[in-house]
């Protein structure tokens, strides 16, 4: 099967289509100034202006904690990380500019409702504690969706993803730190570690989106070559990998039936309750609302100075051509 | 007695600083009166960062999120080295000193601790303490306490940062739109109150004259940095009268006890904890 099939293409766009899918057989990179199909373009525009949002709303949770951080140094690094955050949808915007978008049209998107951000962001962050759960959990398992990503096909998405995936590992580090530390103090700070790693752990897993079964969008973009692994088995090996880390910092991972198998070579784990995964994606999670509120609320109390940058620009232009 | 001249070290991160003060062969431990100067400056930076954090996430645009998160980090790095090495005099480490003193003990002046207002008023008091900053951390480079010297030196270079992005937007939102160039005036007329107290006298910096910057002797380079930008602007220097101040002297505004309150509730609520 060709890798985008297209059946009503013309002659033109049927050589076009070869070239393309030849480009993407040879694991060569497509660049903005390519042919590419409609759909390829459009599929892109979703997951890559999802993913900037996602890094905006992100900032959310972990900014609520910036000015209650427990430690200046906890407060150094958070306010490194969310800023990383800030600069990560930066880049993630401009790529996605290559693909005939705007930013103010993304973010308009994003403000209406009409795009999606990563669901994992409409849970709460109540405890400090949730600082190292969202670390070490949720970076760890964006890490993991986002290292193949660094080989997407689409160009300017893989050299992004390069850069943010360097900055998502010190993230998750500080996060494990955080934990860590949590867990090699007082009681009352163990009880703070393990309550977060509870609410975490599950909507964690569900970062991988659903059951392969179950999700009609993955196999075009794994042909593609913009996804290179399935959910399942990323968040097979995310599993495997956070097992042991919880063992060496000493925290329960809230799941009865995870347990090696020697035959598999992998941990076995619980059903997910893809029902509430579904529930929140529909909207009626912990902090939806609340998340679009504030993020519209930073964005409408800061249209006046937006329109003052232009129109001083906009001045400062045309001054430079009265002049020349 | 007055403190012998060390010279200045390497650049110093707060947690060399705080790993090599009073070591053998790192930053001798200030003494009591040279202590006490550091705390006012270390607070000053402080109770800015503090401020400046609050904005992350909440800017006009990413661009700003990005660039008041910088200018707040590099202030809270200024912080976190002077509030080390005042602490060191006493056995206190910075979060000693930053989250388990209560309003009166803090040594900040007021401008630092006044809320933020919209983003003309940030901006306004950006580019008052970031002039400040400027010509404070150029006199200190001198301070015969090479620690104090070689912080104010790393600081200088950033400050510089911070005093380029506040020009631009003072220009920029005063003549930008109607709108902006009223928050702007109003910003500023609110801000300018507080402008005075960064140059009255300073007992801690009687205390050390050959460490520290005299607070009067930085005014006339102050407004010559300001002065022009406001001249830029076409702004002029509001008439709202000056506050009484006293921040030096624990004397503070209604503002910090709410940013405290925020600031030191969970580390309060762990007392010995280690995070």
């Known amino acids: 099967m060709s890798a985008a099939t297209s059946p009503t293409a013309s002659p033109s766009e049927a050589s076009k289509l070869a070239a393309f899918d030849a480009l993407i057989a040879e694991n060569q990179r497509i660049e903005p100034s390519d042919w590419m199909p409609e759909a390829y373009r459009k599929t892109l525009v979703r997951q890559m202006s999802q993913h900037a949002h996602s890094e905006i709303i992100g900032m959310q949770p972990e900014g609520n904690w910036i000015t209650r951080a427990p430690s200046l140094k906890r407060k150094a690094i958070l306010m490194a990380k969310v800023q990383d955050e800030a600069g990560h949808g930066l880049y993630l915007y401009s790529a996605t500019e290559t693909l005939g978008i705007t930013r103010d049209e993304m973010l308009d998107q994003l403000h209406t409702g009409k795009a999606k951000?990563?669901?994992?962001?409409?849970?709460?962050?109540?405890?400090?504690?949730?600082?190292?759960?969202?670390?070490?959990?949720?970076?760890?398992?964006?890490?993991?969706?986002?290292?193949?990503?660094?080989?997407?096909?689409?160009?300017?998405?893989?050299?992004?993803?390069?850069?943010?995936?360097?900055?998502?590992?010190?993230?998750?580090?500080?996060?494990?730190?955080?934990?860590?530390?949590?867990?090699?103090?007082?009681?009352?700070?163990?009880?703070?570690?393990?309550?977060?790693?509870?609410?975490?752990?599950?909507?964690?897993?569900?970062?991988?989106?659903?059951?392969?079964?179950?999700?009609?969008?993955?196999?075009?973009?794994?042909?593609?070559?913009?996804?290179?692994?399935?959910?399942?088995?990323?968040?097979?090996?995310?599993?495997?990998?956070?097992?042991?880390?919880?063992e060496f910092l000493g925290v329960t991972l809230p799941d009865p039936d995870l347990r090696w198998n020697e035959d598999r070579g992998h941990y076995d784990f619980g059903e997910l309750d893809w029902d509430e995964f579904y529930a929140v994606l529909r909207g009626s999670g912990q902090a939806n609302a609340l998340r679009l509120a504030k993020r519209r609320a930073a964005h409408d109390e800061g249209a006046w100075v937006r329109e003052a940058a232009r129109a001083y620009a906009e001045r400062a232009a045309s001054s430079e051509r009265l002049a020349s | 007695m007055e403190h012998q001249r060390q010279p200045p070290t390497e650049v110093l991160t707060p947690e060399a600083l705080a790993a090599s003060v009073g070591q053998q062969g790192g930053s001798p431990s200030p003494p009591d009166a040279v202590a006490r100067y550091a705390l006012g400056l270390g607070d000053d930076a402080l109770i800015l960062a503090q401020r400046l954090g609050e904005w992350i996430a909440n800017a006009p645009e990413l661009e700003e999120d990005v660039a008041l998160g910088n200018i707040g980090l590099d202030t809270l790095g200024h912080a976190r080295s002077l509030l080390t090495y005042a602490g060191s005099a006493w056995g206190k480490t910075e979060d000693d000193l930053a989250y388990f003193r209560d309003e009166a003990d803090f040594r900040c002046r007021q401008i630092f601790e006044q809320p933020n207002g919209d983003f003309a008023q940030t901006i306004a008091r950006q580019l008052i303490v970031s002039a400040y900053f400027t010509v404070l951390y150029r006199g200190l480079v001198d301070s015969a306490d090479g620690t104090l010297a070689a912080i104010a030196a790393k600081a200088a270079k950033e400050v510089d940062y911070h005093l380029d992005h506040s020009e631009i937007w003072s220009v920029r939102l005063a003549l930008g739109t109607e709108e902006s160039r009223r928050r702007t005036v109003a910003g500023l007329e609110a801000i300018w109150p507080f402008v005075d107290e960064l140059f009255a006298d300073d007992p801690a910096a009687d205390a050390v004259p050959a460490v520290a910057v005299r607070p009067g002797t930085l005014r006339e380079p102050f407004d010559a940095i300001v002065l022009p930008v406001l001249a830029r602007a076409e702004l002029a220097v509001p008439t709202t009268p000056a506050v009484a101040g006293g921040g030096r002297l624990g004397v503070h505004s209604e503002a910090l006890g709410h940013l405290l309150a925020e600031m030191q509730v969970l580390a309060r609520q762990h007392p010995g904890a280690v995070w």
């Open chain 1, 117 to 246: 951000y990563s669901s994992i962001f409409n849970y709460l962050a109540p405890s400090w504690a949730d600082m190292g759960s969202i670390g070490w959990l949720v970076d760890g398992a964006a890490i993991a969706n986002q290292v193949p990503l660094c080989r997407a096909s689409y160009g300017p998405y893989g050299r992004a993803m390069v850069r943010i995936c360097k900055e998502e590992s010190f993230h998750q580090r500080q996060g494990f730190e955080i934990l860590l530390a949590l867990m090699n103090g007082t009681e009352a700070q163990q009880r703070m570690a393990q309550e977060s790693v509870d609410r975490w752990y599950a909507p964690a897993l569900m970062m991988f989106g659903p059951p392969d079964a179950e999700s009609p969008n993955s196999q075009q973009s794994m042909a593609w070559k913009i996804k290179r692994f399935s959910n399942d088995d990323l968040r097979q090996r995310f599993v495997d990998m956070i097992v042991p880390q919880a």
